[in-house]
């Protein structure tokens, strides 16, 4: 690769960055263990942690709230999230500029809050700060991305341009991730987006979903493996390695900022819609169950001509 085809693949990435400023939302997740001196998926009991937080919203299922909360020792840092409690009174009465507190359980497959108590209100409710403006299109291509060479769970090479003509919903993610709620989260959305996507009668079938992973450990034959633990259909879902300062840079410029701590990483998250068209539909930068929002872009995404 020349020089000048080097820098013009700089230039690109740091266009595509420029044009997700506006749309990023910022959250600093820590993937380590709460339990350093054992595996994740070696707990029985869940582990505890008090939270202190704001209400950013109560979500309409009754059982989720957003929270913008600080630091939670041996956990992760201050950030943004979805909680979900087991029982929907936790909630009764809350609003968005509550200040809570709460309990987090987790357990390797699963975490909820409890004992969530109100112990004030902001005045005035924080709001968010308004889209920074840029000078970049608006619309957003897959050929606006640079044509790394990536590298698919069989050892086959992969291009993002590749998939055009097809629904295409992107994360990115490692496989050591020992959080049931960051990384193997964003596997079962899609494991449960493409169970539902399947069985629809009327459903698309020309979607494709990958898992992109930014850990040089992760080889082809470990994310086969992993990817048999979400029972995956490899005719619409692959996971992904190549490059590592190529994958850093494509996460990048979708708002995924990753560094790395000992041997696991500090990251955000992106889920990350094309429709069949090439073009970009939708961007999430929040983890949780997004579940339902995959479904119903990528029916809307298969369509697009």
């Not at 956990?75 to 009174?89: C, E, G, I, K, L």
């Not at 507190?101 to 112990?119: C, G, K, N, P, Y």
Request: net charge neutral.
């Amino acid at each position: 690769m020349s020089v000048r085809e080097d820098s013009q693949k700089e230039s690109t990435v740091r266009s595509l960055a420029g044009y997700f400023l506006g749309l990023a939302v910022s959250m600093s997740v820590s993937c380590r263990s709460p339990e350093p001196s054992g595996s994740a998926g070696t707990r029985t009991e869940p582990q505890i942690f008090a939270v202190k937080g704001v209400v950013r919203e109560v979500r309409p299922d009754g059982r989720t709230v957003v929270v913008k909360h600080g630091e939670i020792t041996n956990y992760m840092a201050a950030m943004t999230m979805p909680f979900q409690t087991r029982d929907t009174n936790e909630l009764t009465g809350l609003k968005a500029g509550d200040e809570i507190s709460f309990r987090l359980s987790v357990t390797a497959d699963e975490s909820w809050i409890d004992r969530v108590t109100r112990t004030g209100r902001l005045t005035p409710i924080e709001t968010a700060a308004p889209p920074v403006s840029t000078n970049a299109p608006k619309e957003f291509h897959l050929t606006n991305i640079p044509d790394f060479a990536l590298t698919n769970e069989f050892g086959q090479p992969l291009s993002l341009r590749g998939f055009r003509g097809r629904a295409l919903a992107f994360t990115f993610f490692f496989t050591r991730c020992p959080i049931p709620e960051y990384c193997p989260r964003l596997a079962k959305n899609f494991q449960g987006a493409i169970e539902r996507l399947k069985a629809r009668p009327d459903g698309p079938t020309n979607f494709h979903f990958l898992s992109i992973s930014f850990d040089p450990v992760d080889t082809p034959v470990l994310l086969r493996s992993y990817a048999r633990q979400y029972k995956y259909d490899s005719n619409h879902w692959s996971f992904v390695t190549g490059n590592n300062e190529q994958i850093l840079e494509l996460a990048r410029g979708f708002g995924v900022g990753i560094t790395r701590e000992g041997s696991v990483y500090n990251h955000n998250f992106s889920t990350v819609i094309f429709d069949a068209s090439g073009r970009l539909q939708n961007m999430w930068p929040i983890g949780g169950d997004m579940t339902d929002q995959i479904v119903t872009e990528i029916n809307k995404a298969a369509r697009a001509k």
